[in-house]
Nanobody, 126 residues
Framework: VQLVESGGGSVQAGGSLTLSCVAS????????MGWFRQAPGKEREVVAT????????RYADSVKGRFTISQEKAKNTLYLQMNSLKPEDTAMYYC????????????????????WGQGTQVTVSS
């Protein structure tokens, strides 16, 4: 199983980045996918998740209206379009996969996700 993120980098506040995550080694269409992030000294937190079985997309309040999660199932690829970036968005961003649907109480908890990528760094300067 592999999840390989790319697209991170350094941008100024107000800028944009698009992260990608290419998945392999598991049946992508049967998994829910998510983006998490972790800043130094802080816990890993959910950014956005996509659950096709329920037709649900969820976002953390801190990124609503600025970030968009999407996927191309034919390419086993997950995306995160990030606009209007803020310094507080600086973190390592991780792609994660969980078999089956996401429930309202588990979608944001990293412990429920089985597979993780190595992360891609996003740094936003003011």
């Amino acid at each position: 199983v592999q999840l390989v993120e790319s697209g991170g980098g350094s941008v100024q506040a107000g800028g944009s980045l698009t992260l990608s995550c290419v998945a392999s080694g598991f049946l992508y269409n049967t998994y829910s996918m998510g983006w998490f992030r972790q800043a130094p000294g802080k816990e890993r937190e959910v950014v956005a998740t996509i659950d096709d079985s329920h037709g649900m997309i969820r976002y953390a309040d801190s990124v609503k209206g600025r970030f968009t999660i999407s996927q191309e199932k034919a390419k086993n690829t997950l995306y995160l379009q990030m606009n209007s970036l803020k310094p507080e968005d600086t973190a390592m961003y991780y792609c994660a996969a969980k078999p089956g649907p996401l429930s309202w109480w588990s979608w944001g908890h990293h412990s429920y996700y089985n597979y993780w990528g190595q992360g891609t760094q996003v740094t936003v300067s003011s």
